[in-house]
């Protein structure tokens, strides 16, 4: 099945996002968070790879894992980053010979240390290339791209960011996922936008619950999410308390993911960070409705 499809006829589509651990010891912890997690019987489960394809390995070992334990279907994440043409195709090759057939594709960040984005000798610059590379040479995959409520740093205007959605989505994107946003104004603005320009694939929110002041901060100062100065200040007066920063939070996320979905969204996917405890609390506090 395409990834596309899990939101056929109007069903809802509810994911979650891996990162391949780096020890033995953290992939034991994922498998014991997945278990509780798979008790909110997902639609798919994608997994990322590590700065510069890193972890690539690494993560179709790990996807491939959730696919045979838990019978559940899976998305690996593929970048521009460091590979070559022949290199990308050979990694769909591989996905392929695995049973994984639907691919998150992405530009990727520079690398650390570069000051922008320089794709490889006979590498890929745009997502959008990506996205023609897989329909080109495996079209029976499902593709997802990712959209930016808030814009794309790099992009020189708003309307340059959507353009470039509509040509992904043009190109073969089956579905988008956003970056992480934590005002749902963003969202709906973002996603009428889409509807303007004709974009009809599923548009479908990416969630990271809070769970600490410092780590949301180092995040959204990567990517250019916005915090609400209510909420930023909610977590400011108990930084010094985990317990308290995480029931903040979560119970943030519960009102922002219960407004997503009395709005109609197609889905919700969750940045989980490898943990189950916050989306789990938020899952078991929400209306999610029936996936039939």
């Known amino acids: 099945m395409k990834i596309g499809e899990v939101y056929a006829d109007g069903r809802f589509g509810l994911s979650f996002e891996l990162f391949p651990p780096k020890t033995p010891a953290g992939e034991k912890a994922l498998f014991e968070h997945l278990n509780r997690l798979i008790e909110f019987s997902p639609s798919f489960i994608t997994c990322t790879y590590g700065a510069g394809g890193s972890t690539q390995a690494k993560t179709l070992d790990i996807i491939d894992r959730v696919q045979n334990a838990y019978a559940c279907m899976v998305a690996s ?4 980053v460091g590979l070559s043409r022949n ?7 591989e996905a392929d010979k695995r049973n994984i057939s639907n691919i998150v594709a992405l530009r990727g960040d520079p690398p650390q240390g570069a000051d922008s984005f320089e794709p490889p000798e006979d590498g890929l610059r745009y997502a959008s290339e990506l996205v023609t590379l897989i329909r080109d040479a495996f079209p029976e995959f ?3 791209v990712a959209g930016y409520p808030e814009t794309h740093r790099e992009a020189e205007s708003p309307e340059a960011d959507l353009e470039n959605l509509q040509r992904k989505v043009e190109l073969g994107g089956d579905l988008v996922i956003t970056q992480l946003f934590y005002d749902n104004a963003d969202f709906f603005r973002f996603q009428e936008l889409c509807k303007v320009r004709g974009i009809q694939v599923p548009i479908v929110p990416g969630i990271l619950p809070v769970t600490n002041l410092a780590q949301i901060q180092r995040i959204s100062g990567l ?7 209510a909420f930023e200040a909610a977590l400011k007066q108990c930084e010094d308390d985990e317990e308290k920063q995480f029931e903040v939070g979560v119970r943030f996320a519960i009102e922002q993911v219960t407004e997503l979905i009395d709005h109609g969204v197609p889905g919700i996917h969750f940045y989980v960070l490898n943990k189950s405890n916050a989306t789990a609390r938020i899952l078991e506090s929400v209306k999610v409705p029936a996936r039939i």
Do not use: M, R, V
């Not at 994440?77 to 521009?80: A, D």
């Not at 990517?223 to 100065?229: I, N, Q, R």
């Open 77 to 80: 994440h593929l970048t521009c």
């Open 87 to 93: 290199e990308l195709i050979h990694y769909l090759q």
């Open 142 to 144: 499902g593709i997802a």
């Open 223 to 229: 990517c250019g999410a916005k915090l609400p100065p």
